[in-house]
């Protein structure tokens, strides 16, 4: 679909139009979906994510001002993602499961992957946390470096470091 | 739009680093998003689409619905303050009358009334008592000589008027 085209349906939303919202589902489902299926590995919980990123977006398409709606969007649903990181680690927490606590949000995530992960979920579970968002960022959004860098407020260098690094060691892994 | 298709990454990368490491980058993390590429993720189902459709439509109806409500609450909080800020004028402007009445009772020179001669404030008086029950009178008169009663009134009115200044 053209930018102005999609332009044009961002508006509608804005106007509270429900016709323009579900074009937005059919626009961008298919790519958060992978987003968020990337970064946990697990169908029913990214299916869950998805429904919360796109009623969130009703509440806050008004927030929506200009620039990168790709930036905009993927940072949301990065917020949702983390958040849902939050609750599982208060989760366990309370459930006081010493034997199952996570190491770190990589193994937490990685908990979570279906039985029939495919190759690159698997490598990317060896990925550290942040480098693998970051990957995952880059790719699903499309956004720039200097959109990533500015929505997560780093610098440039460092994103880039990681993203290199990230995305060099998945290669080795799927080797 | 600045998005990853128009950036020049090896442009970016020279920032940071010699010319021959920013091509390898370059191509390092050319490389690697074609794989990832390659490796695509599995689809959401039809299905799980159209539920978060469904979900979307409703988290409108209820925005909307949430929005009128506010709509409401503050057209009936402003009605309530245009309510009391009249209550409050008139109640002010009802004070301030009375104390500008009392303002032109004392502004009358107090000479006046000391100075005037008693049987003249009488006679006054009785004129004007005279001419009040004269104008009842005509007002509450069906006959058909109410407008003559009216015109003696005005004559009587001329005259008293013309004593009074006369001293």
Redesign the interface.
């Known amino acids: 679909m053209a930018?102005r085209d999609i332009d044009r349906v961002i508006i509608g939303c804005k106007k509270?139009d429900?016709a323009c919202?579900?074009q937005l589902?059919?626009i961008y489902?298919?790519r958060c979906?992978?987003?968020f299926?990337?970064l946990t590995g697990n169908?029913d919980l990214?299916?869950e994510l998805?429904?919360e990123l796109?009623?969130k977006?009703?509440?806050k398409i008004g927030t929506y001002r200009d620039g990168?709606f790709?930036g905009w969007l993927f940072t949301m649903a990065s917020n949702i993602f983390h958040d849902h990181l939050r609750y599982k680690q208060r989760q366990t927490r309370l459930l006081d499961e010493h034997g199952r606590r996570l190491k770190s949000q990589s193994a937490g995530v990685a908990d979570e992957y279906d039985g029939d992960a495919?190759?690159?979920q698997r490598a990317l579970a060896e990925l550290d946390s942040d480098v693998r968002e970051l990957?995952m960022m880059?790719?699903y959004s499309?956004?720039?470096?200097?959109?990533i860098a500015d929505s997560r407020r780093e610098p440039?260098?460092t994103i880039?470091s990681k993203?290199?690094r990230?995305?060099?060691r998945?290669?080795e892994l799927?080797g | 739009?600045?998005?990853?298709?128009?950036?020049n990454?090896r442009e970016?990368?020279a920032g940071?680093m010699d010319e021959a490491a920013a091509r390898q980058?370059a191509e390092?993390?050319e490389?690697?998003?074609k794989?990832?590429?390659a490796?695509?993720?599995?689809?959401?189902?039809e299905r799980?689409?159209a539920?978060?459709?469904k979900?979307?439509?409703a988290?409108?109806?209820r925005?909307?619905t949430v929005v009128f409500q506010r709509r409401i609450l503050t057209a009936a909080v402003a009605a309530a303050v245009i309510i009391v800020s009249g209550l409050v004028l008139m109640r002010y402007g009802n004070q301030q009358s009375s104390h500008q009445t009392r303002m032109v009772a004392a502004s009358i020179p107090a000479s006046v009334w000391e100075g005037a001669d008693d049987a003249d404030v009488t006679v006054l008086t009785a004129e004007i008592e005279n001419i009040q029950s004269e104008l009842s009178g005509a007002h509450s008169d069906d006959g058909g000589n109410g407008s003559n009663d009216i015109g003696d009134l005005e004559t009587e009115l001329i005259e008293v008027n013309g004593d009074m200044w006369k001293g």
């Open positions: 930018q509270g429900e919202f579900t589902v059919d489902g298919r979906f992978g987003y299926y990337r169908r990214s299916d998805l429904s796109f009623v977006l009703v509440e990168s790709d495919d190759k690159m990957v880059r790719f499309q956004m720039s470096f200097r959109e440039i260098g880039l993203v290199h990230g995305l060099k998945l290669r799927m | 739009m600045n998005n990853s298709a128009n950036e990454l970016l990368l940071f980058t390092d993390i490389n690697g998003e794989l990832l590429g490796y695509s993720a599995p689809q959401p189902d799980v689409l539920e978060v459709k979900n979307v439509v988290a409108v109806r925005r909307r």
